[in-house]
């Protein structure tokens, strides 16, 4: 599980392509090193990877044929950023919200809007998200946990402070940008539930 309080942006340092799969290597910031051994889970951009092998600061993980046509991180380059965060602990705060690390699809940057010491973005949504999107409810963007602003249709904004320009790479993001969704999970267990029971009451009719 993890929270969607990013703990800071890696820097992609190298790439290994082979047929339907790559590894990526990353740059991962000291603070993120103490403890972590083969076998930890880290999300990248909100997606969740597996440690494969550590060098130092190096820090390596294999993405599968699906992880690459589902996420954002198959079009990563070397010299890209990536918002990563370890697996939550007991006991750890949960500063944002509880996440998966299973990216449900991509959303589009349709506008950015710039106010002072602020930022609101907008988004499009594929249209089979729609319907688990709400004004206020969270989301998962690129792994950042961050509060629904507006909805309008597909389209949904989310409003922005400095200290997530600074702390996360969606500072970098400008329109035409695919990014990570992830549907806040209670949400999506609410919303299928209802359908499930709405459908089975009118068969029952």
Not at 102 to 123: C, D, K, Q, Y
Request: with cysteine; proline share 3%.
């Amino acid at each position: 599980m993890f929270t969607g309080i990013v703990q800071g942006v890696a820097e992609v340092v190298a790439i290994e392509e082979k047929q339907d799969f790559r590894t990526h290597i990353v740059r991962l910031p000291q603070a993120m090193l103490p403890g972590l051994q083969l076998g930890a889970s880290v999300a990248h951009n909100g997606c969740c990877l597996t440690v494969t092998r550590v060098d130092g600061d190096r820090v390596h993980f294999d993405l599968m044929q699906e992880t690459l046509r589902v996420t954002n991180l198959g079009a990563l380059r070397v010299g890209d950023g990536v918002n990563v965060e370890r697996a939550a602990r007991f006991g750890d705060d949960i500063g944002g919200h509880a996440m998966s690390g299973h990216v449900m699809g991509l959303a589009t940057v349709v506008e950015v809007i710039e106010s002072p010491n602020n930022r609101t973005v907008w988004f499009e949504l594929p249209a089979g998200l729609k319907k688990y999107v709400f004004t206020k409810g969270y989301i998962g963007i690129d792994g950042i946990s961050l509060t629904i602003g507006a909805v309008e249709n597909r389209r949904f904004c989310v409003h922005l402070i400095p200290e997530t320009l600074t702390r996360t790479n969606i500072a970098g993001r400008a329109p035409g940008d695919q990014i990570n969704i992830e549907i806040d999970p209670q949400t999506q267990a609410i919303v299928d539930t209802v359908e499930r029971v709405l459908a089975q009451r009118g068969d029952a009719v």
